[in-house]
């Protein structure tokens, strides 16, 4: 179309993305295909942020000799990176980290798509970010007045200012005394010329993993937000960064196996883990803090079911059975539970099945023209079976409702395949607070929660016969509870676990 | 990357694509919107052809004043048209063709794009064409002897030319009369000065629907390979084009409701409907040849667990019972029927699953380099969930083998995540024959089923504990029976109910 | 921009075009980089076309198997072919032919960009045409009748139509036969299986050359419009083509250096070289028809001198001198030819100036916005020197006056650098008739001579103090007279030396 | 081609632009079309710089919101500026500045491009820059070594970040303190919110002119390097800006015409304007440093008349007189002057004659492949006309030789159209040392007039029959002499007016 101009072309003084998001964060060191195995391990997590990507591949030439490469577009990672020779002759090293970022309402300028890279007087340094800071305003008011000049109208630049004026010699000391500044939360994975650092907040809101995968009789090191980014390449996970661990892989990793673990403060607080990592973000075949997302989902389902179960309606003898269907693919392995356990909990004849077929091929570029785009949208998307729905009472198990809109298009989709009654589970609470540390949902007033008393309200809203929600203690209840570590809930009960600028908080 | 270049753009004399495929056709007719909601069924019918896609619209200024445009592009249907000025300002007018190409081997010459478009004595004419003609060989060396120019290595051109060197005025007489000289597979949707013209060859292999909108108080009238299309624009299904049918919508069908309806041989034979459309590839969605795919799939899954029920062999007390999973997303509806039928109809304690995760972000631009780019092609495309598989007796439902060499990595990649045993089920019979008739299969000596002696060998080199095909019997009996109907089983069985060239046959 | 959508994207049906135009031929056999040479050639050629271009290669494998490939875009030729991959593993072959294409009023449909290429029942055959049919509704009213499916709405397409049906086995004969139905003015060069064929209509209205260039110790042979694609390429001139000749180049040539050569009418009508690509069209550094253009350009400034000499009006002492300026480049050697005429024969003292710059950097896609475009686009393109201009007597020499506007634009810019009088002079009659041979003029009432009685009223619309053409007397007497050959002055006088077709009459 | 991917894509750590280039500046202020205007300037400065060019806009809304744009590509300004969108949905505001880059040797890499924006603590600010500073190493050192972040590996970036660190509060203060630690050649145009800044270094070494335009019945006011700019867009000249100078142009100006002045430094040093702005690189209808270029170079060539005449050599008696070329088109002038005074002056028959075409198509894309590069650069760029030289005694004007390399390939070129003698004339010394103030020239090694003891061996190794260069003292005898005014002639004696870093000596 026309490259040349979009929306996002006038900037605006003094603008600094309000609502930037969860993204995916990668990285190798000592891999003879460091970008080629970046690439795929982005792919992997292109669910985590479809909006920008990009690599950038650090070369050794000799010890005062660096170079760095870096590839970063707007767009899927399999089109951004189709061209081979990109890895052939352009993103080479043995050293790499990579970014996918999410569509956000913020600005989507050029300059701000990751990972960022900086040319300074320690050398070279490329940084991925996931998560957000809360002290942005604060930290960049205090930079710029001491002439600094920002380039992105991101929070992540705010970590490459700080690791710049420190003077300390060492990168990572650098960015240790960088990050005793910077509060809320982040996962970041680092290219310094000493190594690949990567760390998780004091909080360790968002995940990060350590893998390793064996390649020309040694072993290469690896960071990913999710494990599947491991399956891709065939790494195994050797565990997760902790919270409040900043980690550095370097040379001596490559022989000894050794690991570098610092802290980043020195008391290290209770974790709070970002429960809607499980609930809907993270992929069901990923691992994330430690714990498998698919079993989790399976119990959020079972959970359900045991609070709310269906009970039959139909009066057509030949229909009497429920049917439940996912809103796929993430609900998939919730309903599968909740179908379970409605079934043998509750004692309901319930049947699994598939009513809604998602297609393939959507991205984000579909035009909508003349109608109600909503609907076109969601039609685009998915499409009833009408006979698996028919006549029957279905139960359709979904993970959560943000707005409303798409959930009510989609109801009406279903509805239009005449089902005998139509009831909606959730498989976490009212969402009814924003998201500070990168879950890109909308303020509070445009969040359907806040809009109306009760569950049974926001389901006339919706048109369904019945709607319920997980309640939070039922969605706790399928996490793993170990020492030290917590969840955040904020989403839910508005009481966020780190600080937050006045700025944000109103 | 090189948009210049590519392998295809030296062109040899004489080359005929000796393997077209499968497409999907629609079109519209009397919709203020024709253009896009032609693009709205194309996106619905993305899976029948991911190469190249194409919309054609005419525009009726005056009686004797008739202009069109086209566009046409290699690539999906939401990238090729995500300019909306597209629709506003070039692809003008209430009537439209459009065409999804599969991806073949042969030629993909820019000419190829379809719709193919001509201007010649009697005005202009753009045409769709789904299937492969039997005689292109014999029709396309007398066409040249009387000094025919071909612009594309395609079939579908024959029908121009014949359609141009009639000697008819009407236009829908001049097809008529072409029709009477092609052979073979054909559905074809053709814009006229006359009005949209749609039909389906005398043994109507390939499916073809009719349908209707209400738009601004009266009906516009659409055609598409299937119904799923006329979902996504609210259309409801009026009946299929039937075998050696050719059908008219003109100005009076807006008016009256009238579709004209014309013989294409003065004999109708039996029809031959293609089985393979519903054992693989059309829709779960969809209905076609006037019926739904999701319950012939269901039928076909449930048939198999009755003619080949898999048993459970695990010695874990905590895993006795048989998981099915199905190879997503053509799998599934097969693979929910086996798993019933083999825990109800054999009593075998069995749980459908989900064991496979598809990724949302596959095209066909992924990147293999340096490893083994079939893995790394599945991995890009498909993950395991781990803990539904480790240490259970596995069965994976799919719908058919072709060179067995997608499955083999898919087996693999499951048994990297340890199932105790792990069997493979399939909805339909070996492929042991190319198809003539627009599907994409290989020659017979790339068709696994031809290498070896029977199953258990495939099984074998397959690497899974047992393997089972569906039998050609049970298979028919899932299909629908009337008057009239048969259907084409070439595939498996090498009887090919059309004639073909003597090219064809070596 | 948007490359999605022109105004050219609108096809009406039966649009044929009205007004092509001059263009650039060229061609080369059995030359081991036949595309590069091409190539340099058509580079050498810009300025008989600036719209498209194209180069089309064949290549024998051996000698039933031909491939050809063909590259064409609209741009210019440096663009176009900015790719060097193009030239090593696109363009294969070793004989080649390529086209300009000039920017005209009629359709720029992308099937129009020449070369044109076709596979027919005879193998390949591809083909570059400039000049102007006259017969071409005739023609193509009749091939359509027949059958025939037109792709381009160019005439040169009926050259490839009348080949494919004539019943000759041999392409030599068939193009043979085919030139026996065309009327008009062409010059052609086409690539075959059977070697390269050039050749100029009865009337030789555009010119076409042959040389010959030494490679790998032997000579190929090339065919351009004008030898200055010869210079640079290191090729010297041969001859010219004949009018109503047809000579073929094949491999015997290449051992013998023997050129085939057959009449296209048995009897050979008096030549009607067209006199304006002396004037205007040719570059001043080419030979065309055999003759130096930079000569004639020269004598007519001469004559025009000795007609209309310019007499010195400046009172002031200082600036005693006519100052003689071009329009630079194409009026450079008519200017100097004017000034020393002027000086000697005239005995006026007159000095050659440059008063007037030309930017290089001015093409096709100038913004105009807002302000009078037509100025803007001079401004783009020329700038004064004003100390040169600034109260002298100023003789500006220019080629041509076709619709005034840029004339007008011209001279104003002109005068803003305030000279003490401001003469013009045209090396060239009044252009008051269209041109149905190519040039790309339009029509009679958009010719600023025939808005007004005399040439004393047009220099009063300009602005000028005294304007004078020069006499188609002392144009013929700049040029060549050789037996058998005239020029063609329709534009000039309305005597068309070819019967046009009813339609151009009109 | 390949957009991906180019030899700039890999960078070096600490790398800075050694061999940067003279550019063009230019900025309007108070103009409804200030981008559109700045446009037009840059393209009249195209022959400055064809690499990459830029504007910057601002847009003020009220008192505390500015919007700013810019749109920066690689390319020629038409190429770059081709949509006409960008002027009326993207570059809006009133002020406006613009910057064409040159090729150089240096790194390219998109950030590279100007004008340099920055958002910082006090607003929005936005440079173009002409010239080289000679203390980069220093400032950027220093400047890293306190946290500063160099996003660009040009010296221009200093001024950006020199300015975000003053501690002042208007930016105008921010920019003189900046200016007072910049040592070199600049000739800036600077967008505050202040208003439209514009300076030259303390030593003037590249031009920088002051005009207005009238508009909507007040002025706007512009700055540009050279007055063509001015001529393009109807700006009147008021006057230069002066070395030593920084002028503000603002909402002030525009009411009462006052043009703000501020001494850079203190005590105003003797200007040194670049003496090869006159020899080759401005354009001849401009005036710079307040003077019209074209009749400088017209003293050059009568100069070199005087110093060096050429004599009759021709034995051939029609062929007696001597003929004198130039290089187009930057030699036109210069050669115009020779031949006048050779033939007045020195008594010697001389005529200027037009014996190179130049053609009006090479931009810098030209293919080069298998065959001696530079010969086909020359060719693709010149031709001879050979009447014009065949026999006769010729004598070839040029400005100035650099590496030597195209004057060879160009005396080869006119030596095939075999002149009877050859003689070569250079309006200006050898230059034999780099430029360090903005002149694209290699280093001493490459420079020919280092590879030779004097003019006569050089003229042996070019291949002509004499080679003169103009004397040092006749090269200023040329130029104008003031009060308070010298001129930069480093490339020919070495004597570098300002101070040069170590590094840069070497």
Same mark, same amino acid.
């Given at each position: 179309?026309?490259?040349?101009?979009?929306?996002?072309?006038?900037?605006?003084?003094?603008?600094?993305?309000?609502?930037?998001?969860?993204?995916?964060?990668?990285?190798?060191?000592?891999?003879?295909?460091?970008?080629?195995?970046?690439?795929?391990?982005?792919?992997?997590?292109?669910?985590?942020?479809?909006?920008?990507?990009?690599?950038?591949?650090?070369?050794?030439?000799?010890?005062?000799?660096?170079?760095?490469?870096?590839?970063?577009?707007?767009?899927?990672?399999?089109?951004?990176?189709?061209?081979?020779?990109?890895?052939?002759?352009?993103?080479?090293?043995?050293?790499?980290?990579?970014?996918?970022?999410?569509?956000?309402?913020?600005?989507?300028?050029?300059?701000?798509?990751?990972?960022?890279?900086?040319?300074?007087?320690?050398?070279?340094?490329?940084?991925?970010?996931?998560?957000?800071?809360?002290?942005?305003?604060?930290?960049?008011?205090?930079?710029?007045?001491?002439?600094?000049?920002?380039?992105?109208?991101?929070?992540?630049?705010?970590?490459?200012?700080?690791?710049?004026?420190?003077?300390?010699?060492?990168?990572?000391?650098?960015?240790?005394?960088?990050?005793?500044?910077?509060?809320?939360?982040?996962?970041?994975?680092?290219?310094?010329?000493?190594?690949?650092?990567?760390?998780?907040?004091?909080?360790?809101?968002?995940?990060?993993?350590?893998?390793?995968?064996?390649?020309?009789?040694?072993?290469?090191?690896?960071?990913?937000?999710?494990?599947?980014?491991?399956?891709?390449?065939?790494?195994?996970?050797?565990?997760?960064?902790?919270?409040?661990?900043?980690?550095?892989?370097?040379?001596?990793?490559?022989?000894?196996?050794?690991?570098?673990?610092?802290?980043?403060?020195?008391?290290?607080?209770?974790?709070?883990?970002?429960?809607?990592?499980?609930?809907?973000?993270?992929?069901?075949?990923?691992?994330?803090?430690?714990?498998?997302?698919?079993?989790?989902?399976?119990?959020?389902?079972?959970?359900?079911?045991?609070?709310?179960?269906?009970?039959?309606?139909?009066?057509?003898?030949?229909?009497?059975?429920?049917?439940?269907?996912?809103?796929?693919?993430?609900?998939?392995?919730?309903? *599968?539970?909740?179908?379970?356990?409605?079934?043998?909990?509750?004692?309901?004849?319930?049947?699994?099945?598939?009513?809604?077929?998602?297609?393939?091929?959507?991205?984000?570029?579909?035009?909508?023209?003349?109608?109600?785009?909503?609907?076109?949208?969601?039609?685009?998307?998915?499409?009833?079976?009408?006979?698996?729905?028919?006549?029957?009472?279905?139960?359709?198990?979904?993970?959560?409702?943000?707005?409303?809109?798409?959930?009510?298009?989609?109801?009406?989709?279903?509805?239009?395949?005449?089902?005998?009654? *139509?009831? *909606?589970?959730?498989?976490?609470?009212?969402?009814?607070?924003?998201?500070?540390?990168?879950?890109?949902?909308?303020?509070?007033?445009?969040?359907?929660?806040?809009?109306?008393?009760?569950?049974?309200?926001?389901?006339?809203?919706?048109?369904?016969?019945?709607?319920?929600?997980?309640?939070?203690?039922?969605?706790?209840?399928?996490?793993?509870?170990?020492?030290?570590?917590?969840?955040?809930?904020?989403?839910?009960?508005?009481?966020?676990?780190?600080?937050?600028?006045?700025?944000?908080?109103?």
């Amino acid at each position: 179309m026309n490259n040349d101009i979009n929306n996002k072309d006038i900037v605006k003084i003094n603008e600094i993305d309000k609502a930037q998001s969860n993204c995916a964060v990668v990285g190798i060191y000592g891999h003879p295909h460091a970008a080629l195995m970046t690439y795929y391990m982005l792919h992997s997590l292109q669910h985590r942020g479809q909006e920008a990507t990009g690599i950038t591949t650090f070369y050794k030439k000799d010890d005062t000799t660096w170079y760095y490469a870096s590839h970063r577009r707007n767009g899927l990672v399999m089109d951004t990176f189709s061209n081979p020779a990109l890895f052939t002759d352009k993103l080479v090293g043995t050293m790499a980290i990579g970014h996918n970022r999410y569509a956000t309402t913020g600005s989507a300028i050029d300059s701000n798509i990751s990972p960022l890279n900086m040319r300074y007087k320690s050398g070279i340094l490329a940084l991925s970010h996931n998560g957000n800071l809360s002290n942005t305003h604060t930290l960049r008011s205090q930079l710029e007045n001491e002439g600094a000049i920002f380039h992105t109208t991101t929070d992540s630049e705010l970590f490459l200012h700080l690791t710049a004026r420190s003077k300390k010699t060492s990168q990572i000391e650098q960015i240790r005394e960088a990050l005793t500044y910077t509060k809320g939360a982040y996962s970041l994975a680092i290219l310094t010329q000493e190594g690949l650092v990567a760390c998780r907040d004091p909080h360790g809101v968002r995940p990060l993993s350590i893998g390793k995968v064996k390649v020309d009789g040694h072993y290469a090191y690896c960071v990913a937000s999710e494990t599947c980014a491991f399956d891709m390449i065939d790494a195994e996970e050797i565990r997760t960064v902790k919270h409040n661990e900043m980690i550095v892989i370097n040379d001596n990793t490559l022989v000894t196996g050794e690991i570098l673990s610092y802290k980043i403060e020195p008391e290290t607080p209770i974790a709070k883990h970002c429960i809607f990592e499980y609930i809907y973000f993270s992929r069901p075949d990923s691992r994330i803090f430690g714990h498998n997302v698919d079993k989790v989902r399976r119990k959020l389902g079972k959970n359900l079911a045991e609070e709310f179960p269906t009970e039959l309606a139909n009066t057509d003898p030949e229909k009497q059975k429920v049917r439940v269907i996912s809103v796929p693919d993430s609900g998939n392995t919730a309903a *599968l539970g909740y179908a379970r356990a409605n079934q043998k909990e509750n004692k309901i004849e319930t049947a699994y099945e598939i009513g809604l077929i998602r297609s393939h091929y959507v991205g984000r570029t579909f035009i909508q023209s003349g109608q109600d785009n909503r609907e076109f949208k969601v039609k685009s998307k998915f499409n009833t079976v009408k006979g698996v729905i028919d006549g029957w009472d279905i139960v359709v198990v979904d993970d959560s409702i943000v707005r409303g809109t798409t959930s009510k298009a989609l109801i009406k989709l279903i509805k239009n395949a005449k089902p005998n009654q *139509l009831h *909606l589970r959730i498989t976490s609470p009212p969402i009814k607070f924003p998201c500070h540390y990168g879950m890109d949902f909308p303020s509070k007033k445009e969040l359907i929660a806040n809009d109306y008393d009760n569950e049974k309200e926001i389901g006339d809203a919706l048109g369904v016969d019945s709607l319920h929600y997980l309640s939070k203690e039922k969605l706790l209840e399928a996490v793993s509870h170990e020492e030290g570590i917590d969840y955040c809930t904020a989403c839910f009960t508005g009481e966020y676990p780190i600080e937050l600028e006045s700025e944000l908080e109103s």
